[in-house]
């Protein structure tokens, strides 16, 4: 017998901005559930609407399958003495479990290894609405909240209060206890459009049902209502509306019904930064801006009502209203700035800790600066712009618009940097800086930028990992993982040649703690966490972690140069003979870790058979080249020119004992082998890439 | 169904405090008056933060001035004020039908939900000087906030149980939306025999003055060394036990901090060492009032809820 299932948790506006997350650790719960108790099913819908969780299972088995139990016992020799009389061990299975210990010597199997006690019990399924109660519950109780709360008299916790629930099987309505209320077959409709509760008749009228009562169900739906219905206002007025899809997503989430509407401001306000416009429309109202052809922003918002209003133009109006005192506050706090300078601004960072041991952000911004001078020269940067950068890259913290919209840090410090006649590199870098700002993000291209994001982030690192506060388990306050992460990207990617051990020397240089140097653990552990990051880093772009491992074995620290041997290796990992190369390179490995080597000099003359001395040639022949290749950081031509060492190598190995009796002649393979080791590590230790 | 009275009469400033008061005592709120100290928000009222703690029923709406002195403008921004109005609704245990409640007040002040589009976005409050925190929304109008929605988890860092719910109308914007007016000075207060008396003829002085005192003739010195005697005093009557007594203190230690930090007297750093300080002044009144509530036998409270709640708070103050 199969059914379909209804659940739907009717509850106060759930968070928008988790809604689709929550729909989804709901839906899972409900399928893990499911299959946890064995309850076959076809496929699950999935509703979620502010002020709804709803799941309808298709196909639902009504009770769940049968299951075989199996319990192990103590093994036979101890069950049963020599004489096979059951012992004390056997009486307390059986005792246990409800079996007459007469039965007992029937019941042994082997597990594998072994003759054991063996209980077989077939467990009958339960009835499917009989499970039900605990596995809504169950499920509700698993979805991981970041904030939950409580309500009325109610000890349970949730996400927002639960006001109403629809638990329907079949035909059948489900009275079911969840959190302080009882299921029924009534749900409620939109708040405004349709006010009266609703009976749901069966679970395949629903959906249905719920649009009758003006609300869209499922969250994709309401996403492309509201896509389709922006574009065709925006190309009303001639523009394109501007559809992020994370903003797109959270007004998705603040609708039952929505009704996209257009409302205009004053173009006046266009010559503020429209970077200031967009975050006004985009983070405080939920708007989506109008672009024109030409790409401008245009002075046109698009925002989503939740209703089929009576009198849309209020509802436009009024918009229009809020906008306009927001766009005013703005401006006001622009023009305001407008008056001040960076450099006046900086005094003020002496106000602002940075961290309490470490500092202020004024002094934060005096090493950044001579950081900056430092590695100019890694970046091809021009040394005292990049350090004019440094000193004045923390300033539009404490001017107004920031204050009031700290998202658009760095590009008010951009525009006021220009107000200020700074060179517009300078002001360039001043917003470049924060690139990336969420992995995924660009990276910044321009050399000051690059110095100076460089340099803010590794003296964020060394000065919080100086003060012992790195991060530990979940816990990342100064969201060092992100910045370690983001100067791999800036460093790797946008090519700079510095070694980073000794950059962490040079930055922990500039920091004193009361009086004191960073310790060398300190620094250790810098570098180390942030090597550690690189395999993240290498995981996310689909390398083969061994790749990766190979070359961090050489323990190298710069990290442009581990890239690009990093990426030869990924390269060579698929050659057709690498895998020879790599075991004879693992035999290698093998013998000198057995043996030491204590003469690295070869002697020709020691040589016994042809197959030492047309190894020995070889190596000597591919090694200026090799040598030279990676000398210019060719890795794959390096690589390229040692695959073929693999066959005098194999023909060595089959035809020579290392192991000589004559000792002369035993320390002159193991130099030979020594040699070939020192070649092989010239660019990863190649052993590592066997399986 | 409950029959809803939509309101569609501009209502006058006056007028607008009186539907409000009607609406909520219809539903059985004890309307206050507000508290006669400088506060911040109307949450530092007693009728609100003290109530909050312990097991007993409360329900209560009331008007409270508000003073936050770094808003002030001189009485020359059409927004923002050093002194305006909250109307707020405490409801302890939060009724199941809390938010229908407030959507239905605002129907019956000229706030059609059949034209306006209302919202609840999500914003969740925290009063640090208060060690109170909640969960809820900031309600929308057509874009615009009006209200801030919040059940009660923790007062003066005490859990809150049973959970009180928190609706703050912020009366002067609801009040410009229904007037349909664009500067705060411009709202009809009341009308009167020589016509419209406006809210800028009540109070647009008051904001240019009071604007001039928080800002340049504050007495910094002798603020500071009140804020020290009110915590001394506040620990002193805690003591003593005399737990409202010292919430007066904590009341003005708090709005004393307010001044200061109007007349930039206060660093970053410092800051926070004195929201902190409050912050255990307001912990170790919360502690006292549900103890002194306890002593009392919780007069209030549900009697169903007393026993074990008493039993609870036993535990609680034994420890």
């Known amino acids: 017998m199969y059914d379909d299932l209804l659940i739907e948790i009717g509850l106060e506006e759930l968070p928008a901005k988790n809604l689709e997350k929550l729909s989804l650790a709901f839906s899972n719960g409900v399928k893990t559930a499911l299959k946890r108790n064995s309850v076959n099913f076809n496929n699950i819908e999935v509703f979620a609407t502010p002020r709804r969780l709803a799941v ?34 056997a009486k307390a299975f059986a005792k246990k479990n409800d079996i007459k210990i007469s039965q007992i010597s029937e019941l042994i199997e082997n597990d594998g290894n072994q003759e054991k006690l063996c209980l077989r019990e077939l467990r009958i399924g339960a009835y499917t609405p009989d499970l039900l109660e605990d596995l809504i519950r169950q499920v509700l109780f698993e979805i991981p909240l970041e904030k939950r709360m409580r309500w009325g008299y109610l000890r349970e916790e949730f996400i927002r209060p639960v006001r109403w629930a629809v638990v329907l099987y079949g035909s059948k309505t489900l009275n079911i206890e969840i959190m302080g209320i009882i299921s029924s077959n009534t749900t409620r409709g939109h708040r405004f459009l349709a006010p009266d509760t609703i ?90 801006h109008v672009i024109g052809a030409d790409g401008d922003l245009m002075p046109y918002f698009i925002t989503v009502a939740n209703l089929i209003s009576k009198a849309p133009k209020q509802v436009s109006e009024g918009n229009e209203r809020v906008i306009k005192s927001r766009l005013a506050d703005a401006k006001f706090f622009y023009e305001n700035d407008l008056n001040q300078t960076l450099q006046k601004w900086r005094k003020k960072l002496s106000n602002i800790v940075f961290q309490s041991e470490v500092g202020s952000l004024l ?90 994001a460089i340099a803010d982030r590794l003296d964020t690192l060394v000065a919080i990992f100086g003060v012992g506060l790195q991060p530990t388990g979940s816990k990342d306050p100064f969201a060092l993982r992100r910045a370690s992460l983001g100067l791999i990207r800036i460093i790797i990617e946008g090519g700079i040649d510095m070694e980073l051990e000794k950059s962490i020397e040079v930055a922990a240089n500039k ?32 390398f083969n972690p061994k790749s990766y491992k ?56 020691y040589f016994v058979t042809d197959k030492e001395k047309l190894l020995f040639h070889t190596i000597r022949k591919v090694k200026p080249t090799v040598n030279q290749k990676v000398n210019l950081r060719c ?9 073929p060492l693999h066959l005098p190598l194999d023909d060595f190995f089959e035809n020579v004992m290392v192991i000589s009796d004559d000792n002369l002649v035993r320390n002159n393979r193991l130099a030979l082998m020594n040699e070939l080791q020192e070649l092989f590590l010239k660019v990863a230790d190649i052993s590592l890439m066997t399986s | 169904m409950i029959e809803i009275e939509y309101n569609t009469e501009p209502l006058n400033f006056q007028n607008l405090i009186f539907k409000l008061q009607q609406f909520w005592s219809a539903e059985g709120c004890i309307i206050m008056q507000p508290l006669d100290m400088e506060v911040g928000a109307g949450t530092f009222h007693p009728a609100t933060f003290l109530r909050s703690i312990g097991p007993e029923t409360w329900f209560s709406a009331y008007v409270q001035p508000c003073r936050r002195p770094t ?68 309600v929308w109008l057509n874009g615009m906030e009006i209200t801030q929605f919040t059940y009660f988890q923790q007062s003066g860092g005490l859990e809150c149980f049973p959970v009180t719910g928190e609706i703050t109308y912020g009366l002067e914007r609801l009040a410009m939306y229904t007037q349909g007016v664009e500067s705060v000075y411009d709202l009809v207060w009341t009308e009167s025999e020589l016509g419209p008396i406006t809210y800028g003829d009540v109070f647009k002085q008051n904001e240019y003055e009071m604007s001039n005192y928080n800002f340049r003739h504050a007495n910094i010195e002798f603020l500071t060394v009140h804020f020290d005697e009110c915590e001394k005093k506040s620990i002193q009557l805690i003591s003593d036990k005399f737990p409202l007594a010292a919430y007066e203190k904590v009341m003005q230690a708090s709005h004393i901090f307010n001044l200061l930090d109007a007349r930039k007297a206060i660093s ?31 007069p209030l409270a549900n009697p169903k809820l007393t026993k074990n709640m008493l039993q609870n708070s036993r535990n609680l103050l034994d420890v």
């Open chain 1, 199 to 288: 009976l749901i008749s069966s679970v395949a009228t629903y959906e249905e049902q719920l649009l009758n009562g003006f609300v869209i169900g499922r969250f994709g739906r309401r996403k492309e209502i509201i896509k389709e219905g922006a574009d065709k206002l925006a190309q009303e007025i001639g523009g394109k509306a501007v559809l992020t899809d994370q903003l797109l997503n959270e007004v998705s989430a603040l609708n039952e019904w929505p009704v996209p509407l257009i409302g205009s401001f004053d173009k006046d306000y266009l010559k503020i930064p429209h970077e200031i416009l967009i975050s006004v429309m985009q983070q405080h109202q939920k708007y989506f």
């Open chain 2, 71 to 138: 808003d002030g403008r001189y009485g020359e921004n059409p927004n923002r004020l050093q002194q305006y109005y909250q109307f707020q609704v405490v409801m302890k245990p939060s009724p199941e039908d809390f938010q229908e409640l407030f959507l239905r007040s605002l129907n019956t002040i000229g706030i059609d939900s059949r034209i306006h589009d209302i919202r609840f976005v999500e914003d969740n409050w925290e009063s640090p000087t208060l060690g109170a925190s909640g969960l809820g929304w900031e």
């Open chain 1, 363 to 452: 002094q934060k911004t005096e090493r950044v600066a001579s950081l900056c001078k430092a590695f100019a020269v890694y970046t091809g940067a021009n040394p005292s712009l990049a350090h004019r950068a440094g000193q004045l890259c923390k300033s539009d913290l404490v001017s107004d618009v920031v204050g009031e919209f700290d998202e658009l840090q760095g590009v008010m410090g951009y525009y006021y940097a220009l107000n200020d006649q700074e060179d517009p590199l300078v002001a360039k870098a001043i917003s470049a800086y924060y690139l990336p700002k969420f992995s995924g993000d660009k990276i910044p291209t321009c050399p000051i930028a690059i110095t100076l």
């Open chain 2, 268 to 298: 970053v750093t410092e800051r926070q060492r004195y929201i902190l300080r409050v912050r255990s002044l307001a912990k170790a009144v919360a502690q006292g009032y549900l103890e002194s509530r306890a002593a009392l036998g919780f």
């Open chain 1, 56 to 89: 309808v299972v298709q196909s639902l088995a009504s009770k769940a399958a049968d299951r075989e139990i199996i319990i192990w016992g103590p093994p036979k020799h101890i069950a049963f003495d020599d004489a096979c009389k059951p012992t004390q061990a």
């Open chain 1, 550 to 605: 190979s070359v961090a074995a050489l323990k190298l620290t710069n990290l442009y140069d581990i890239d690009l041997r990093t990426k030869a290796m990924e390269k060579f990992r698929l050659k057709a003979d690498s895998v020879k190369l790599i075991s004879a390179n693992k035999r290698v490995n093998n013998i000198l870790t057995k043996n030491v080597c204590n003469d690295t000099s070869i002697n020709v003359n």
């Open chain 1, 511 to 542: 920091l004193s703690l009361h009086g004191n140097n960073i310790s060398k653990e300190s620094k250790e552990l810098v570098l180390t966490y942030i090597l550690d990051r690189l395999n993240a880093y290498y995981k996310e772009k689909g």
């Open chain 1, 635 to 643: 890795y794959n031509d390096a690589l390229e020119k040692l695959i």
